[in-house]
């Protein structure tokens, strides 16, 4: 029998993770699969692995390893498809918003013959409409920008066969966006539709600053177009700050220049002053990365593990 992994990160989440795991031993039951969970607690500071720890259902096995830290969620999800051992693996989050009775439609899929089944979501409850609108607009400008395209409006919920779990093991960099290097790898991808629910319990972790953040490592990781736009942006400024140097030159020649001007000097100071520390600051972006990629360090630590 064919054997079925669902790697679920955690980071704080004691109070929705028993009716998580309720639901999924449910969902995972009329399955013709050998089937287990694999919990990762991203270093949690509440009772999280405590309660990983008492999970227990008939016929599921439950296993969990405890990061030596919070290394934050692409690290650990990386930690779980490390260990995970299946033919196939399901990537889910513990917060309930993802419904694990579509694993089955996911398990249809890949039985059909696709390496990665995504899930797509077609309504978001319990967001506020400006966090859909950020939402909407990170993935359709990751559509545009990155050169490998990214399924909009899609999470890190999916399911990844053996060969794109063993493709997906040989990237190892250390600024991970999880959601552009499922797409990366390639291999039959394949989409399922689905309502995605508000959360059940708890609260979330991603408050606008962190998924800012994780906007940026999506740009920069997948996309070389700021860089190119601090060189148009600089080759227009340096071609205004021209036109405007041949015209100064002229009038001064023609007309004279008596002391004038104090205003627009200071306004195109500025102007390119700005347009200078903006392409710095995203050259700096892109070094940093590269800085970090050079020291190699680990991808994250293990504290503990557990087998139920």
Known sequence: MQKLVVVVPAYNEAAVI????????????????????????????????????ALGSPGLPVRGIRLSRNFGKEAALTAGLDLADGEAVVVIDADLQDPPELIGQLVEQWQAGYDVVYATRTVREGETRFKRFTAATFYRGMEKLSDTPIPRD???????????????????????????????IGYRQTAVHYHREPRQAGTTKWNYWRLLQLAIEGITSFSSAPLRLATWVGLMSSGMAFLYGTWVLVKAICYGDPVRGYPTLMLVILFLGGVQLLALGVIGEYLGRNYTESKQRPLYFIDEEFRG
């Open 18 to 53: 028993g009716a998580f795991h309720a639901r999924l031993a449910a969902a995972l039951a009329p399955l013709s699969l050998a089937c287990s969970v694999l919990y990762v607690d991203d270093g949690s500071a509440d009772d999280t692995w405590s309660l990983i720890t």
């Open 154 to 184: 899609t999470g890190d919920f999916r399911l990844l066969s053996r060969r794109a779990l063993d493709a997906l093991r040989q990237l190892r960099e250390r600024q991970r966006f999880m959601k552009g290097l499922f797409a990366w």
